[in-house]
């Protein structure tokens, strides 16, 4: 019974440093750009999130606000109701994105590319946008902290 009051000897690590001690560090150390050099048009969430990922937006997302589609792709899972005054898409290729029918603009940028890290979003100048959404395939980046900072 006195083993079972005592204090631990030793501090106790979070729950994440048990499985590992850099939970967001890759196993694949190739750069984003080799992987994404061709265009993968695929869907990563089925039809039911699909839609209730456009219903999430309808409700949040006003009509005639700016949008950054963070880590876009060849959709955007917007709902075809809403009116934006722009959708601007960021992700890494070029094919993907200008078959996206929801873009008005876009750009190929590495989001996990050490050079960007003074400022991760060079193309857009503070505050010049309403909302950003980066909903299925923000797994895939190392520092989503540095990103959404």
Known sequence: MSQV???????QLPFIKKICSNPL???????DSEFYS???????IDDIAIDNLASF???????GSIIVDLCSS???????????????GIGMNESELAANKNLNEHYVHDLNSPIHKD?????????????VI??????????PHHLFE
């Open 134 to 143: 980066c909903a299925v395939p923000i797994d895939y980046i190392i520092q």
């Open 74 to 88: 060849w959709i955007s899972h917007l709902p075809q109701d809403k009116k934006f005054s722009k959708v601007i």
């Open 25 to 31: 560090a890759r196993e694949d150390k190739s750069k």
């Open 5 to 11: 009051n005592e204090e631990p000897s030793t501090p």
């Open 38 to 44: 061709f265009p993968r048009f695929v869907t990563h």
């Open 119 to 131: 400022r991760l979003l060079p193309m857009l100048k503070d505050a010049s946008v309403d909302h």
């Open 57 to 63: 937006y309808r409700k949040h997302l006003k009509d």
